[in-house]
C-alpha cells in the first residue's frame, strides 16, 4: 500500500510540473579548447544584434571626426 501511495505521490508530482522547453545549449570545440554557451538562441540572436547596433555606433561616431577633419583639410587646401 505504502509503494502505491508513493507511485501515486510522485506520478502526481510529475504531472503538475508544466513542461518547460529546453534550451539547447551551444557547444563549441575548437583549438583553445572547449567552450559552452548556456544561453538560449533567443538570447544568442539578441546578443549579435546588440554587438551590431554598437558597431553601427562606433563606426557613425568615427566618422564625423574623420569627415570633419577631411572637409578641414580640403577646406585648408582650397584657401592655399
Known sequence: MKHLLAGALITAGLLS???LPA???SID????GVRV???SPRERDRDE???EER?????DGRRDPLR?????RRE????D
Open 37 to 39: 554557451d548556456p544561453r
Open 49 to 51: 544584434i546588440r554587438r
Open 29 to 32: 570545440v575548437g583549438p583553445g
Open 76 to 79: 585648408d587646401d582650397d584657401d
Open 55 to 59: 558597431r553601427e555606433e562606433f563606426r
Open 68 to 72: 570633419r577633419e577631411e572637409r578641414l
Open 17 to 19: 510540473v508544466p513542461a
Open 23 to 25: 534550451a539547447a545549449q
